[in-house]
């Protein structure tokens, strides 16, 4: 039993072959989206923003993108094929309707949605355009240690799995966050937004398709200044497989913390388990990207950090181009969305 990362992936196209603009940079997440898909090898052509400032920075770190003055510059070119955005959240899909309508596969940031009703319109234009609304959810997608716990769970490392544990803390940094940030109706509560995350994980590695959400919380713990902010939640579900999951998430990142938060996932399976610690070992100095594994065989710590890559993003590429659900089903973006919307509707306010 010699687990080992696979081969790390490379560009799965020529220059021009795959060419994608940005629309909306109200989130940092636009540049790990667009790093991803040029890393494999796709063309970014135009940015578009309303605020000149956003524009500028992003245009420093991408000097060949072409800035626009109006969207529909992106819409109306037929080489664009894909528009990745990282909106407001309450607007993200307003602004995947438009990109579907234009004949365009849209990729956004998460949390996708912030209401059921959002859901609900992107289901109807998926299905009347046959264009893409993929969500980067990057602490699975664009971090090695979760691209290889799910080749280990493919492999049967540690039989089926049973339980997800996910906890997302975050570092708040409040007086560097936009107006936008503290109102509800724009960024949809903690288990909506950053609880996204937890529960797309749950259903890839559980393998459950579907979940009933057996209870959830939210609250405001330690910000007061800003009412509408939930700085905690936590959500408990089960799988229709049988699978569960406890998630916790939070802004309140202590700030001796090296990272902007300890984001760990354990993975409980009939013959063994993982635990990731993504982003930093606490009082250690190896960096993030550590996974534990130990199953009958074996108790074994991989550093994966630049050994793994990101497979996510060439084959997104690729079915955008072939029709085909290799990166990841729609179904599944969508159910991800769900439960996370269901959790936030159904949690109890502490």
Not at 100 to 106: E, H, Q, R, V
């Amino acid at each position: 039993m010699n687990y080992e990362p696979q081969v790390k992936p490379s560009s799965v196209v020529k220059h021009g072959e795959f060419v994608f603009a940005v629309a909306a940079l109200d989130h940092g997440h636009i540049y790990g989206q667009c790093n991803g898909l040029l890393e494999a090898g796709a063309e970014l052509r135009y940015v578009y923003d309303p605020d000149p400032e956003k524009v500028a920075a992003f245009v420093k770190t991408y000097p060949s993108v072409k800035p626009v003055d109006r969207l529909e510059t992106i819409l109306e070119d037929p080489l664009v094929k894909l528009v990745a955005a990282a909106a407001i959240p309450s607007d993200r899909c307003s602004l995947g309707l438009r990109v579907m309508s234009a004949g365009k596969d849209y990729f956004t940031d998460k949390t996708p949605f912030t209401t059921l009703d959002q859901l609900k319109a992107a289901k109807a234009k998926v299905a009347e355009t046959g264009r893409k609304y993929m969500v980067y959810y990057n602490e699975r997608l664009h971090v090695e240690c979760a691209v290889f716990a799910g080749q280990l769970i493919q492999e049967n490392a540690i039989g089926n799995v049973l339980e997800v544990v996910g906890f997302g803390p975050h570092r708040l940094n409040a007086p560097s966050r936009p107006p936008w940030f503290f109102e509800k109706a724009k960024y949809g509560g903690i288990l909506c937004d950053i609880g996204s995350h937890q529960f797309e994980q749950f259903l890839y590695y559980s393998g459950s398709t579907d979940a009933t959400i057996l209870s959830s919380i939210v609250a405001n713990k330690a910000s007061p200044d800003h009412p509408e902010l939930e700085d905690f939640g936590e959500a408990h579900a089960l799988g229709n497989n049988g699978a569960t999951t406890f998630i916790r998430v939070d802004w309140l990142t202590p700030q001796a913390s090296r990272t902007w938060g300890d984001v760990r996932t354990f993975i409980l399976g009939t013959n063994g388990y993982i635990e990731m610690r993504k982003y930093i070992e606490i009082t250690r100095h190896e960096g993030g990207d550590q996974l534990y594994l130990v199953n009958d065989k074996m108790e074994k710590r991989f550093s994966l950090q630049g050994k793994v890559g990101f497979p996510y993003f060439g084959q997104l590429i690729l079915d955008c181009l072939n029709r085909t659900e290799t990166a990841m089903t729609q179904t599944h973006a969508f159910k991800a969305a769900e439960l996370c919307l269901k959790a936030q509707l159904q949690a109890h306010r502490l």
